[in-house]
């Protein structure tokens, strides 16, 4: 237990701090954005709604013709496109399936270095990476660890007044074709000692064909990649700090892949629907729910798109509650094709691409880290006052009838969200704000009643992001049939008004039952029961309810 508790906070510790210090730079594509508004996402935990976010309209992607996608993320200064990120969205949502990623890692390594490279390193690689003269990919993870990088055992150590790196990287995209890598290994090895709780790494810049000493081998569609006394091209960013690379490492291509995956669940359904010719009841409820989950994913990635493209974030979050969204309605889309006749051999490739991408295990913890962390800035004092309740009698009472109109299911609603919407959706937002205002009130609970150590409990973490994830949905559903209704001379009753109805009845139970769990955790909730389960499982490396008196037979 105690090994895992600090898994999770180092994790939290990392991750934030190299957040923080990446979007502590200037944007690299936009000049003009608005820095005073607040993370969207974030909010959502003090029951916050940015409401300004809905004033904003979607523009219409223009999007050039592109057989290849190398520029698309380079600015125009030094030979690429610099597309804005619905301009991005829409270019991976037209891209072969099969080919994405070679165009995620290059776009990757891209973003690293137009984020923390120098001026000289500009010029030397991006016009060499926009032109498709040199394709680039990344170095990070180890067979052994994984995601976890603190235990990665390849380094970096100077001789000679030039950094050599040596060990083994794998999981590798593109690594035969690519001929730039990015690595990240240990350095300064006089602090990376247990004690430390945590290691220092750098990010290198190695070019393939200037070094004999790098050997590439092919397992499945990655490939392994071992460096033996390898020069470093250049250091990208600064020494010791290779952290804030991988932070956008880890969440850099989240938007990209999310919209490729869209893409291709569409070319799908829309190659399905052709050969579909029935009139069961059954049949056409599932294809219905269907389309409205590719409608509810189109509406999520144009929402994160606009945010993107208003103004700068202080986090990822959107990024992270966007592909975790499309995850979950993409494995309900497939389970629908699969139901409705459609054979697996058409789909299995992208049910394998989500099953073995590691990320989505720890985006929910991630994203609930950073949603908690902002709350408790804000929430710190009440969570004071309320564990003190002796002490601090009248903020109680206020307390408890809050408390008295959470239990009659009747919370206060104050933001008015309506007035931004068009008025059909009255009804609508009064239930977004009814949700907002519970999510803010199971938040609060959670840190009254588990303190300093809410970050340890993964399965509540993993519900109130799940909540922010349905309430960010919710939001870019209404947004997008707001802005239709405002914008066009529709009937009474629209398929999207009606989509949005039942969207939003859905979110609204949703939210309730997961809030009740979050009030109710730890004790009262069916997990714990499981995981022991599990563990049982594990241990007997048999059917747990086999042999339960199994020690008592001899």
Not at 326 to 332: I, M
Not at 358 to 373: A, F, K, M, W
Not at 443 to 466: A, H, K
Not at 508 to 529: F, K, S, T, W, Y
């Amino acid at each position: 237990m105690s090994l895992y508790r600090f898994k999770i906070s180092s994790l939290c510790r990392n991750y934030s701090q190299a957040a923080a210090a990446v979007s502590n730079k200037s944007h690299p594509y936009r000049d003009d954005v608005d820095q005073k508004l607040p993370s969207f996402a974030k909010s959502l935990y003090v029951g916050n709604f940015v409401k300004a976010v809905f004033a904003r309209n979607t523009k219409e992607v223009n999007l050039p013709k592109l057989d290849k996608l190398f520029s698309i993320c380079v600015p125009k200064e030094f030979g690429g496109l610099e597309l804005s990120s619905a301009s991005v969205s829409e270019a991976y949502k037209r891209i072969n399936f099969a080919d994405f990623r070679e165009y995620i890692a290059h776009g990757n390594v891209v973003k690293c270095i137009n984020t923390v490279g120098t001026d000289e390193q500009k010029r030397t690689f991006l016009p060499q990476l926009a032109s498709g003269e040199s394709i680039a990919s990344f170095c990070t993870y180890e067979s052994k660890h994984g995601y976890d990088i603190q235990n990665n055992e390849t380094k970096a150590s100077q001789k000679n007044g030039k950094w050599v790196i040596n060990g083994s990287k794998q999981w590798v995209v593109n690594g035969e074709r690519a001929d730039m890598f990015l690595v990240l290994a240990k350095t300064m090895d006089e602090c990376n000692r247990p004690e430390s709780e945590h290691n220092f790494f750098t990010a290198f810049l190695v070019k393939k064909s200037q070094n004999s000493g790098i050997k590439i081998t092919a397992e499945g569609n990655y490939f392994n990649v071992t460096f033996n006394n390898v020069e470093a091209d250049c250091i990208l960013g600064s020494e010791n700090e290779g952290l804030n690379c991988y932070t956008m490492l880890f969440n850099g291509d989240l938007l990209e892949s999310s919209s490729a995956t869209l893409g291709e669940v569409k070319s799908i359904v829309q190659k399905a629907s052709k050969h579909f010719h029935t009139h069961d009841r059954s049949s056409l409820i599932k294809l219905g729910k269907l389309n409205s989950h590719l409608y509810t994913m189109d509406c999520v990635l144009e929402f994160t798109s606009l945010i993107l493209d208003t103004y700068n974030p202080k986090s990822d979050y959107e990024l992270i509650l966007a592909r975790l969204f499309v995850n979950e309605t993409t494995r309900s889309c497939l389970k629908l094709l699969n139901d409705l006749g459609l054979s697996k051999k058409s789909f299995k490739y992208i049910e394998n691409s989500l099953l073995f991408e590691g990320r989505s295990n720890l985006l929910p913890v991630v994203g609930s880290l950073l949603g908690i962390q902002f709350a408790g800035q804000f929430m710190a004092e009440d969570v004071k006052q309320l564990r003190n309740p002796l002490m601090f009698p009248k903020y109680t009472l206020t307390h408890i009838m809050k408390i008295q109109r959470s239990l009659k299911d009747k919370p206060k609603l104050n933001h008015y969200i309506e007035k931004h919407l068009h008025p059909s959706l009255k009804k609508q937002a009064v239930d977004l704000e009814y949700c907002l205002s519970r999510f803010q009130f199971g938040v609060q609970n959670m840190f009254v009643n588990l303190g300093p150590d809410t970050c340890y409990y993964q399965m509540i973490l993993e519900r109130t992001n799940s909540i922010a994830m349905d309430l960010f949905a919710l939001a870019a559903v209404l947004h997008r049939v707001s802005q239709k209704l405002s914008n066009s001379n529709t009937q009474p009753y629209p398929t999207e008004l009606i989509f949005a109805n039942v969207f939003c009845n859905s979110i609204r139970e949703q939210c309730g039952q997961r809030v009740n769990e979050i009030l109710n955790a730890p004790h009262n909730v069916v997990d714990p029961h499981y995981k022991i389960i599990g563990q049982n499982c594990f241990v007997e490396k048999n059917y747990f309810f086999e042999h339960p008196l199994k020690r008592n037979i001899f």
